[in-house]
T-cell receptor
């Protein structure tokens, strides 16, 4: 199993450009998440999905959109990039469980710089 | 999620036990305590979780106080590879948790 993969690994954008980050997982997990991590800080939840076709806002959703058309993929879009969106973006997934087990599996991250 | 408080940094000698504290005084009865770590900007890695009882796995032990207001993650024999940022989270449901700033553990030779 590849686990959680993220594409691309690095990207530089100019202010106002758009892009889509792809997260893929091969573990058949129901839940998927997008986080951002600014330098020297913890992770903040942007959006999440509890299943195919459903998404919800996290702590810092402004400026981002997401889609979950397939169970294994979770896309994060930036419609008009801003320098404040320079960050490392992590995707994570976890299995649906009747227990509140919170073992998330994280991808390697996408390092995005907006100039 | 309950707010958690962790010291910003700690040092530990290689081979000794590392004890990382976490305060979660407002934790609810149905919220678990989870620990993750992040090694050098990689994606965070799950370590352990618990509700009331102490827990142990191949990576670490988790000690939760009887009143559940605080907990301690114990790495029994720290190695240089355990140098990382350790995050404590108190949460019940998926999708609403934010990882705080965590504790930077530095294991020294």
């Amino acid at each position: 199993n590849a686990g959680v993969t993220q594409t691309p690994k690095f990207r530089v954008l100019k202010t106002g450009q758009s892009m889509t980050l792809l997260c893929a997982q091969d573990m058949n997990h129901e839940y998927m998440y997008w986080y951002r991590q600014d330098p020297g800080m913890g992770l903040r939840l942007i959006h999440y999905s509890v299943g195919e076709g459903t998404t919800a806002k996290g702590e810092v959703p402004d400026g981002y959109n997401v889609s979950r058309l397939k169970k294994q993929n979770f896309l994060l879009g930036l419609e008009s990039a801003a320098p404040s969106q320079t960050s490392v973006y992590f995707c994570a997934s976890r299995k649906l469980s009747d227990r509140a087990v919170y073992e998330q599996y994280f991808g390697p991250g996408t390092r995005l710089t907006v100039t | 999620d309950a707010k958690t408080t962790q010291p910003p940094s700690m040092d530990c000698a290689e081979g000794r036990a590392a004890n990382l504290p976490c305060n979660h005084s407002t934790i609810s009865g149905n919220e678990y305590v989870y620990w993750y770590r992040q090694i050098h900007s990689q994606g965070p890695q799950y370590i352990i979780h618990g509700l009331k009882n102490n827990e142990t796995n191949e990576m670490a032990s988790l000690i939760i106080t009887e009143d559940r207001k605080s907990s301690t993650l114990i790495l029994p024999h720290a190695t240089l590879r355990d140098t990382a940022v350790y995050y404590c989270i108190a949460s019940r449901y998926a999708g609403k948790s934010t990882f705080g700033d965590g504790t930077t553990l530095t294991v020294k030779p």
